[in-house]
T-cell receptor, first 112, second 115 residues
Framework: GDSVTQMEGPVTLSEEAFLTINCTYT??????LFWYVQYPGEGLQLLLK?????DKGSNKGFEATYRKETTSFHLEKGSVQVSDSAVYFC???????????FGKGTSLLVTP | ETGVTQTPRHLVMGMTNKKSLKCEQH?????MYWYKQSAKKPLELMFV???????ENNSVPSRFSPECPNSSHLFLHLHTLQPEDSALYLC??????????????FGPGTRLTVL
């Protein structure tokens, strides 16, 4: 079945460091891919998305490119801030049904 | 209130108790969802209601019973739970329009502890 694998956390970075959180997926067909973020004490928020191969999603300085050849959707940010500390979830939608398939989440802590 | 609200935010219950979680969405959406978020595990979709009818039920034990009285409200009734049911329960809503993906908006969750 469809699934998402993302790197284990926690990830600890200093402010202004470069961030990469790896995400790979397994799916039949051409799923849509998402990154969600969960700040402490809050629900999940959609951060960015890509619906077809080679699409780049971007928001708030974060980027991810849908790479079909490597079945990946890695999240990157050039310079993280303390306010980026949160849990990041990679997810896919198989273009049918209601279910989003989520990864286990990667906790990010950014220190001053 | 705006967005998706959930009450209570925290709940501690014994295995013999009966309690209910409440979710309300203020976005005019027509679909609502219950998810379970456990530590070190992916989010698990439990139930989906679209236009107030249950359209998906992912093999959830019968000790969890959902109710959707209208498009703005969703309940999760709990009875005779087990300690392994302790988790964060998230509610979400979306505007469904056929089979295209529409962003799900999440509430802050109810942190449930079963003793």
């Amino acid at each position: 079945g469809d699934s998402v694998t993302q790197m284990e956390g926690p990830v600890t970075l200093s402010e202004e460091a470069f961030l990469t959180i790896n995400c790979t997926y397994t799916a039949t067909g051409y799923p849509s891919l998402f990154w969600y973020v969960q700040y402490p004490g809050e629900g999940l928020q959609l951060l960015l998305k890509a619906t077809k191969a080679d699409d780049k999603g971007s928001n708030k300085g974060f980027e991810a490119t849908y790479r079909k050849e490597t079945t990946s959707f890695h999240l990157e940010k050039g310079s993280v801030q303390v306010s980026d500390s949160a849990v990041y979830f990679c997810a896919l939608w198989a273009n049918s049904g209601y279910a989003l398939n989520f990864g286990k989440g990667t906790s990010l802590l950014v220190t001053p | 209130e705006t967005g998706v609200t959930q009450t209570p935010r925290h709940l501690v219950m014994g295995m013999t108790n009966k309690k209910s979680l409440k979710c309300e969405q203020h976005l005019g959406h027509n679909a609502m969802y219950w998810y379970k978020q456990s530590a070190k595990k992916p989010l698990e979709l439990m139930f989906v209601y679209s236009l107030e009818e249950r359209v998906e039920n992912n093999s959830v034990p019968s000790r969890f019973s959902p109710e959707c009285p209208n498009s703005s409200h969703l309940f999760l009734h709990l009875h005779t739970l087990q300690p392994e049911d302790s988790a964060l329960y998230l509610c979400a809503s979306s505007q469904e329009s056929g089979r295209t993906y529409n962003e799900q908006f999440f509430g802050p969750g109810t942190r449930l502890t079963v003793l």
